[in-house]
């Protein structure tokens, strides 16, 4: 087989990727990745991450954009006019999922509300991602990652305790919406082999969000209490934060009470264990900032790569901070295939690894409208079609 070629668990399943930003492109690059045929559809103006930058990969393309279209054909298609709406219902025919993130309303303007998708397509597996949801008070309302992040309460518990409310520093929100949906395309996909039947799978930002606030979200409902920010400290274990090593930051996790008395003993502190007011987890975490003032004078002595090694051989989870660049040149990293390279292409690799039937980077990140002319011949357009149909669209954004 040809190395180019899908040789996944999803190979034969296809997919119609609508969507532009974050969560619906990693959602359909999931599937791709794991030998789904994707194609992805942009308007004239392109998917606006082809601007986010810099840095920039190509002139026409941000390494944002990069990093969640590869592994998918490109079509480029103006869905206002007639022409784009026939094609679209094309497409759909001929697709098993269909992913989107339009606003609310747009899909059934041109001409494709959800019972008419139900009742043309009955095997598709219609994927919606929005920021609120189609309903409700906030129904319709757009949303972008960090805005999910502050109405979700996600801001309210990241940051220091003396500080303001701070944005996690990826767009988790979007990232894991994106991995939902993955996870429902597939379900949807499983259940179709009994009933023979599509659905909607409907996944938006805010659930995400809220799903997300464990164990904080927990600790409310069981007792009213505000959860407060605490950095990179948990809430519920100690010692389980960052501390200042000699050369720099270490994260170390003493998580059960085994875990504590080998650190304690590693950074020559042995008594530690034993005093009442650190015994177990709970009163740990009960006296933690004075814990942490114990704790911090023999960390600072050493180093923080040959302190983590000393604390992995008594069992104790601990590591250097490391910044992206360290990360990505990690040697464990590099032995996960987390790295992959295709083509002049870069990113990062594919963290669902299958023993018998492994997904695979097969084409790097496509320029916009790569494949509009194999695609429209793929649908019957004869070469005179796809040209005027290509030219009204270069003369409509010019």
């Known amino acids: 087989m040809n190395a180019s070629e899908p040789t996944g668990s999803l190979r034969g399943i296809r997919v119609l990727d609508l969507s532009r930003i974050l969560a619906g492109p990693l959602c359909s690059q ?46 480029c298609l103006d869905l206002t006019t007639a022409d784009g709406q026939r094609l679209l219902g094309e497409l759909l025919s001929d697709v098993d999922v269909v992913v989107e993130n339009f606003k609310a309303g747009t899909l059934a303007k041109w001409g494709y ?17 929005t920021g609120f949801g189609t309903d409700g008070p906030m129904g319709s309302t757009p949303g972008y990652d960090a805005i999910l992040q502050a109405y979700g309460g996600l801001l309210s518990i990241n940051g220091e305790k003396s ?26 996909l499983h259940e179709r082999h009994t009933s023979g039947r599509g659905q909607l799978v409907d996944c938006t930002l805010l659930d995400t969000a809220v ?32 501390f200042d090593a000699a050369d720099g930051p270490i994260f170390i996790s003493g998580g059960n009470d085994r875990q504590f008395r080998a650190m304690a003993e590693v950074l020559g502190l042995p008594g530690l264990a034993e005093d009442p007011r650190f015994a177990t987890n709970a009163d740990r975490v009960r006296h933690m900032g004075v814990l942490r003032d114990l704790l911090a004078a023999p960390i600072s002595a050493r180093t923080r790569q040959d302190l983590a090694q000393a604390l992995l051989r008594r069992g104790v989870p601990a590591t250097p901070v490391h910044d992206v660049g360290e990360a990505l040149t990690d040697p ?16 990062t690799g594919i963290p669902v690894k299958l023993a018998r039937t492994p997904g695979n980077v097969r084409t790097a990140p496509r320029e916009q409208g790569a494949d509009t002319r194999r695609i429209l011949a793929s649908l019957g357009y ?12 270069i003369a409509r954004t010019t």
Request: proline share 9%; aromatic share 6%.
């Open 30 to 75: 999931m599937l791709a990745d794991h030998g789904a045929e994707v194609i992805k559809v942009e308007p004239p103006a392109g998917d606006d991450t082809r601007s986010w930058g810099p840095p920039f990969v190509t002139g026409t393309m941000s390494a944002y954009h990069t990093g969640i279209n590869r592994n998918k054909a490109n079509i």
């Open 113 to 129: 509300p959800d019972e008419v998708i139900a009742e043309r397509f009955p095997r598709l597996v219609h994927c919606r991602i």
């Open 163 to 188: 500080g303001p409310p701070l944005r996690v520093g990826v767009p988790i929100v979007d990232m894991v919406t994106g991995i939902y949906a993955f996870s429902g395309v597939l379900l949807a």
């Open 211 to 242: 799903s997300l606030l464990h164990p904080h979200s927990a600790a409310w409902l069981a007792s009213g209490v505000i959860p407060q920010r605490t950095g990179s400290a948990h809430p519920s274990i100690a010692p389980y934060d960052t």
């Open 332 to 347: 464990q990293v590099l032995h996960r295939e987390m790295v992959v390279e295709k083509d002049g292409y870069r990113g």
């Open 382 to 393: 004869s070469e005179d079609e796809i040209t005027a149909l290509i030219e009204a669209d």
